[in-house]
């Protein structure tokens, strides 16, 4: 059974900068996109990002430019450097696993993280 744990969220000012970091305590696949989802409180869940094995990404229109995701295949591990953060960057941040490597917003995604909280101040 795959587990996936995030660790890096917290509170930040506004235009200020955190790194989710999110660990696979296994590898599921022998190739598989991870994606960052969040959601803020009364709000649908979004794909913020996501890369695939090969390394094409996906970025919503509302993070591109300040977000980067990156991964270590080695180490299992996906990363969301977030820059210049906004206020409505403030959500609960997962990360999450599609075996079938298309890390597209409607792909299904298999294996989910608890999620880690990010609160951006005004």
């Known amino acids: 059974q795959v587990q996936l744990v995030e660790s890096g969220g917290g509170l930040v000012q506004a235009g200020g900068s955190l790194r989710l970091s999110c660990a696979a305590s296994g590898r599921p696949y022998s190739s598989y996109a991870m994606g960052w989802f969040r959601q803020a409180p009364e709000k649908e869940r979004e794909l913020a990002a996501s890369?695939?094995?090969?390394?094409?990404?996906y970025y919503s229109d509302s993070v591109k430019g300040r977000f980067t995701i990156s991964r270590d295949n080695v180490k299992n591990t996906v990363y969301l450097q977030m820059n210049s953060l906004k206020p409505e960057d403030t959500a609960v941040y997962y990360c999450?696993?599609?075996?079938?490597?298309?890390?597209?917003?409607?792909?299904?995604?298999?294996?989910w993280g608890q999620g880690t909280q990010v609160t951006v101040a005004s």
């Open positions: 999450a696993v599609d075996v079938t490597d298309r890390g597209t917003p409607r792909a299904k995604y298999d294996y």
């Open positions: 890369l695939t094995w090969s390394g094409s990404t």
